[in-house]
């Protein structure tokens, strides 16, 4: 994805920022969270797994494989800029 | 004696007091390394702040009172369910995916200090400009007045004062503890003791899961104690109703779209000296839901497994009755207490102040400096800013000492309810605003306006409250489909609607 500045018509530069916007990114999230919220265990469920009810380690897992999945693409998909792009206006002009 | 007050001897008192002090020691440190009196200096420590210090001042700051006395107190009322709270945590950090990396970078290019920079910068609107840091100033002032009550309830589980008079002692000591540091030392002070804070509320949290498993005999105990009990408790390990599940989706959203715009995060966002530190910061704390708010759930299940029979506020007192359990059982036990208790007092104040200079900060910066004196210099505003913080905890801590006097006290969860229906109604704002150029400002204020009135209209619905969803996310419908509506307007209706009240001043 680009990088480059194009200010908009608010005079704000907006380009660059769309990094997590892709849609499957969002279709992976909908889908920890509908496996994540224990809508779908009978209502009397009583199945215990290590100890605790099996409904709330499923639940667990969905919460990890999220934090997991957001660690990546925050590792992958946010690129560490340069130091000119971190630099205020004022002292980028200096410059 | 009453089970919720663990008095401690001369041993645990000195600890306490040497925490105290080395707190005082740590804001006298940050005003020494003050570069100059601007309120960028004040505000945002200057440069910026390394990975270490960013990580556990957004840590301390995030996981307050709130999660060791308010999450514990829930997880004892609804028990495992209440692992949404695991789930909401982790949703800030997904929340910040859609507007920190563009907001970290303009905050350096354009040297931000206050999260109302941004719309300014962005919509320069006057309208935006007036609502939006009165909104972010009111939903923090609730966020600290939990704090201060909190603090309040804390030492009254510490002394064998009458309760009313502990109270107001943990409210005015503690409170003027964190008002004399961050006097002296502003973000770096406060950012600093975060550090001490966070190591230390990181070492309450792995004791709470020693402790849990040594002295109530692990969590498959408690989950068997809890399935052979009455009706009433046994629905604490049952899945939720669908009811719950709705309340659960509501959670994840409102605390997605609504807590990571908390504004002493946002300024954090600011304060981070990279790209890179702020992205290695927010990597460790999408873990950290896992391993501070499940064992503040573990917690408050044990003790309704335990400690059956207390309701209402009374909840949020029973990680303090599991305290007080342990302290008696041996020396050990006693000393993991004491450490213990200084991180929930750590967890306290490190979000306290956070909110205290942020407060400062909007009050100087948004309202004073742009709306009163805008030819205030930057040495006057930080002065200013110093004894509005004075000001505001003191009016704050009356509050909280008055709210206790109530027969009916309301419960830590429920105020922080009240401050994210306030604050996801800013969403579109930053989120939408962040990657959507045809988004303009008058449309994020009227949104904004039509979110509040539905939030607030709609407060005491009972069909409202049937759904499940919290208030503020049907506001926040609204608030989209009006912002997003006059976005789409063509130019010429929109230019009528934006001129409109000038032409018939």
């Known amino acids: 994805m680009s990088a480059e500045s194009t200010p908009s018509s608010t005079g704000i530069d907006l380009s660059g920022k769309r990094l997590f916007l892709s849609w ?72 | ?128 400009n007036i ?38 002692v943990g409210v005015v000591l503690l409170a003027g503890i964190m008002l004399v540091y961050e006097t002296m030392g502003g973000f770096r002070a406060v950012a600093w003791t975060d550090v001490l804070q966070g190591v230390i509320l990181m070492i309450g949290f792995s004791i709470l899961i020693f402790l849990i498993w040594t002295q109530f005999g692990g969590i498959a105990e408690t989950t068997q104690k809890l399935f052979n009990s009455s009706d009433a408790d046994r629905v604490k390990v049952l899945p939720p109703d669908p009811l719950g599940s709705r309340r659960w989706l509501s959670y994840i959203l409102i605390f997605g779209l609504g807590a990571s715009l908390y504004p002493q995060a946002v300024q954090r966002i600011y ?50 009755i599991i305290c007080r359990e342990v302290q008696q059982s041996s020396t050990l036990g006693y000393w993991l207490v004491v450490i213990l208790f200084s991180a929930i007092l750590g967890a306290l104040m490190s979000t306290a102040d956070s909110c205290m200079l942020t407060i400062s900060s909007m009050t100087t910066k948004d309202l004073y400096l742009r709306f009163i004196n805008p030819k205030a210099t930057e040495s006057q505003l930080t002065f200013m800013g110093k004894w509005l913080s004075w000001l505001v905890v003191g009016i704050l801590a009356g509050f909280a000492i008055y709210l206790n006097s109530l027969s009916s006290k309301p419960t830590l969860v429920k105020l922080l309810d ?31 306006i039509t979110g509040l009135c539905v939030t607030f209209g709609l407060y005491s619905n009972e069909w409202i409250q049937s759904t499940g969803f919290h208030h503020g996310l049907f506001g926040l419908l609204a608030n989209l489909i009006v912002a997003i509506s006059l976005s789409l307007m063509p130019l010429s209706n929109r230019e009528q609607l934006c001129h409109t009240p000038k032409k018939a001043a």
């Open chain 2, 1 to 128: 004696m009453n089970e919720s007050v663990m008095p401690f001897g001369w041993g645990g008192i000195t600890f306490l007091v040497c925490y105290l002090i080395g707190l005082l020691f740590i804001g006298w440190l940050g005003g020494r390394a003050k570069k100059d009196n601007s309120l960028r200096d004040f505000y945002l420590g200057g440069k910026g702040v390394g990975m270490v210090v960013l990580l556990l001042t957004l840590y301390a700051t995030q996981y307050s009172g709130n999660t060791m006395f308010g999450f514990s107190g829930k997880a004892y009322r609804v028990g495992f369910s209440w692992i949404t709270s695991v789930h909401f945590m982790t949703a800030i950090i997904v929340g910040y995916l859609l507007f920190a990396p563009g907001l970290h970078r303009l905050s350096r290019k354009h040297q931000f200090i206050t999260p109302n920079d941004f719309l300014n910068h962005r919509y320069h609107h006057r309208g935006i």
């Open chain 1, 24 to 95: 499957w990114i969002w279709v992976v999230y909908s889908i920890l969270m509908v496996v994540g919220i224990p809508w779908y265990w009978p209502a009397q469920y009583e199945g215990t797994l290590f100890g605790l009810p099996t409904w709330t380690l499923c639940s667990l897992a969905a919460s990890f494989v999220a934090s997991c999945f957001t660690a990546w693409l925050l590792m992958t998909r946010w690129p560490v800029e340069s130091v000119e792009n971190d630099l205020p206006v004022s002292e980028k002009n200096h410059s």
């Open chain 2, 418 to 448: 009240l401050k994210f229906d306030m604050l996801v109604q800013l969403a579109p704002g930053f989120m939408l605003g962040m990657h959507w150029k045809r988004l303009h400002g008058t449309a994020v204020f009227w949104g904004l």
């Open chain 2, 271 to 320: 304060a981070a000296r990279s790209t890179k530190v702020l992205r290695n910061s927010l990597i460790a704390m999408v873990f950290l839901p896992l391993m501070t708010s499940w064992i503040a759930v573990m917690v408050g299940v044990t003790g309704a497994a335990h400690f059956q029979g207390l309701d209402g506020s009374q909840t949020d007192r029973i990680l303090t």
């Open chain 2, 131 to 168: 609502v939006a840091p009165i909104l972010m100033i009111l939903a923090l002032g609730n966020y600290l007045l939990a704090q201060l009550m909190a603090m309040g309830r804390a030492l009254q589980g510490l002394t064998t004062m009458p309760p009313e008079t502990a109270y107001i």
